[in-house]
């Protein structure tokens, strides 16, 4: 394995971070909107559900025209950015009056769409080599955000309230700013990075790969479902005596056994090859959990069993999702086929805070839940036709300067090589983008086609 340099390790170490403290800003009235929307006089449950989900909105729309602006402007310019729009969004939510001023302030969060751009100055400072690692490092800093919030999120709101909540989101986005012009050195080059960006003329080739759409659909569910469920369970576990600021001895055993749990299966589904019946079992599991909230919402360890199934079906979803888009991607669609995946799940974000409002204000906690368990027996079936996927992965190697005569027969020489699946010679990058299967790849024969070897 190749290692990291230490410019290398920095940039990837402080990318994850400020990708994690915008998430950890985003999520931390997760837990808590619904409590302080029951106190605001022009809130509705439908109102509440738009406050929460709206950031999915405008980060849907924008991420991917930002990162195409990030080719055009640089990196860093587009990233400040979409920080200081972070924290104007939060400044307009905590100095709302009202619910529609914290929606207003919400939508300017997510405009702040850094996500694409992140990921390619990700792939500006980092080689070929050591990219995929370094983009696995950012998506282990958004659970991780996702995890603190839930827990932070009801301690902070109980000391401070949700305006000190909004505040202290503000001060994360300056945090970020400040990692981004102390320890993100500017690339001395940037160049569009098919593995990480999306690229203009792939979202058609993208969108019409029906396994790519059964994925991007399974995403957007499993947002949604999630986002609803916080309309929901915050209110049950306070109806069931437990009081606002000490949720988080519910959420905290729940996420850190949840993930625990969820090990085993990773390891058959990528390991041993099962991710077909791992991936919808845990669909299914989804469909139990919520039918368990629903069912059994009255009594406390009712409640944590069902959240303890959700955390781990939902974690297992989370990590296998983009696998099996990267798995499932043309090599060199990676990067857009990814764009229009992230697309999908701010869209679910969204979708989650309108339609379960929508459910909530008209059928209450239970017909939340019960909303949340037909969406996913939904996914069920559209997933059931998934086959399995191949056991390969995505690799990247620097060919050189080439001319357009030579890529065809450089191209059949690199499917020669036990254990190339697939291949694509980009003239223009001097890049060849493949699928390898780890198991069988002769890595010294591919090793010899690298540029200077």
């Not at 990233?79 to 924290?87: P, W």
């Not at 589904?269 to 009255?298: C, I, N, Q, S, W």
């Not at 990590?319 to 990676?334: G, R």
């Not at 949340?372 to 998934?386: C, E, I, P, Q, R």
Request: charged content about 10%; aromatic content about 8%; proline content about 4%.
């Amino acid at each position: 394995m190749t290692p990291m340099t230490r410019t290398e390790r920095r940039s990837a170490v402080a990318l994850a971070g400020i990708f994690a403290l915008r998430m950890l800003g985003l999520f931390l009235i997760l837990p808590v909107f619904a409590l302080h929307a029951k106190q605001m006089p022009d809130a509705t449950p439908l109102l509440t559900g738009i406050a929460i989900g709206a950031y999915g909105l405008t980060q849907a729309l924008l991420q991917i025209p930002a990162g195409m602006l990030s080719d055009r402007i640089g990196r860093k310019p587009v990233i400040f950015a979409g920080l200081v729009l972070f924290a104007m969004g939060s400044i307009v939510a905590a100095t709302a009056e009202g619910i529609l001023g914290i929606i207003v302030g919400r939508a300017v969060q997510g405009s702040g769409a850094i996500a694409a751009a992140v990921m390619a100055l990700t792939a500006d400072l980092t080689r070929e080599e050591v990219r995929t690692r370094a983009m696995a490092g950012i998506g282990m800093s958004i659970g991780a955000a996702f995890a603190v919030a839930l827990v932070l999120g009801p301690a902070i709101s109980h000391w401070v309230g949700l305006e000190g909540l909004f505040w202290f989101s503000a001060w994360l986005a300056g945090g970020g700013i400040l990692i981004l012009a102390l320890f993100v050195p500017s690339p001395a080059h940037s160049s569009v990075h098919r593995d990480a960006e999306a690229v203009p003329g792939q979202f058609r080739g993208v969108l019409a790969n029906r396994d790519l759409l059964r994925l991007d659909y399974g995403v957007l569910t499993l947002h949604m479902v999630m986002t609803a469920l916080f309309l929901a369970v915050p209110l049950t576990l306070k109806a069931d005596g437990l009081a606002a600021g000490h949720h988080w001895w519910v959420y905290l055993p729940v996420l850190v056994l949840s993930v625990v749990a969820m090990v085993p299966f990773i390891i058959q589904a990528e390991g041993k090859g099962r991710m077909r019946p791992v991936f919808l079992g845990a669909v299914l599991t989804l469909v139990v959990a919520l039918l368990g909230l629903y069912g059994f919402h009255a009594r406390m360890i009712t409640i944590a069993l069902a959240l303890f199934l959700f955390f781990t079906a939902f974690n297992l979803l989370e990590a296998a999702l983009p696998s099996l888009v990267a798995k499932t991607a043309p090599a060199a669609a990676k990067g857009t086929a990814m764009g229009v995946y992230s697309t999908s799940q701010f869209t679910g974000a969204f979708l989650g805070g309108v339609l379960g409002g929508w459910v909530h204000q008209h059928f209450g906690e239970g017909g939340v839940f019960l909303f949340g368990a037909g969406a996913a027996l939904v996914w069920f079936l559209v997933a059931y036709a998934m086959s399995s996927p191949r056991q390969v992965r995505t690799q990247v190697i620097r060919v050189g300067s080439l001319a357009q005569t030579d890529v065809g027969a450089l191209r059949c020489r690199l499917l020669e090589v036990p254990g190339v699946v697939e291949a694509e010679v980009v003239i223009e990058e001097g890049l060849a983008y493949l699928k390898v299967d780890s198991t069988r790849l002769d890595s010294a024969r591919l090793h010899a086609f690298s540029a200077g070897t």
